[in-house]
């Protein structure tokens, strides 16, 4: 992923065949808690590209986003 610095914004694009995501925003399965809730399956949102603030580091965006390979339905890179 690369960071595109603009006179007034800042934007992170992931490269070719890749997508971007939250580092905190992963896969949770449905589950049910102690007290028969049921708690719903999260699929994580990926992006291409994402808006930043203009006081924002490389070091902020590598603990904050993660790149991955975008998959196919079968799991396999596409």
Known sequence: MKLVK???MN???ADEN??????NDTYKEKTQDN?????EEHI??????IY???DITEE???KLYVEEDIL???????
Request: glycine share 8%; hydrophobic share 30%.
């Open 6 to 8: 603009e006179k007034n």
């Open 11 to 13: 934007i992170l694009i």
């Open 18 to 23: 890749k997508h971007i995501r939250d580092v």
């Open 35 to 39: 007290e028969g809730n049921i708690i």
């Open 44 to 49: 994580p949102y990926y992006s291409t590209k």
């Open 52 to 54: 930043l603030p203009l």
């Open 60 to 62: 902020d965006i590598s």
């Open 72 to 78: 196919n339905g079968d799991g396999n890179i596409e």
